[in-house]
């Protein structure tokens, strides 16, 4: 359902609404550059791993994940979808 527009040429539909036509602004980590980011996420990291709270891979975990991965990755496309 959208906004009929009316112009020399010809009426418009157009899927913009008013309060949807303000131009978007970028937020939190978007905004931010990708090295900014990137000492956000080493600090959170350091901080999880002195906590105690940061997940560490087993080597099964680890395996069975590589697995899952080369598996989902490997897959013929019809059964992808």
Known sequence: MGIMVKTK????K????PAESK??????????DRAQVR???SRG????HEQGTA?????EEARAAGR???????RPRAEKA
Not at 23 to 32: D, L, N, Y
Not at 55 to 59: A, D, K, Y
């Open 39 to 41: 000492e956000l996420a």
């Open 68 to 74: 899952k991965g080369g598996l989902a990755s490997h």
């Open 45 to 48: 990291g350091r901080a999880a």
């Open 23 to 32: 131009p978007k602004t970028r937020r939190g980590f978007a905004s931010m």
């Open 14 to 17: 157009t899927d913009a609404t």
């Open 9 to 12: 040429k010809a009426t418009e």
């Open 55 to 59: 997940h560490e891979f087993t080597p």
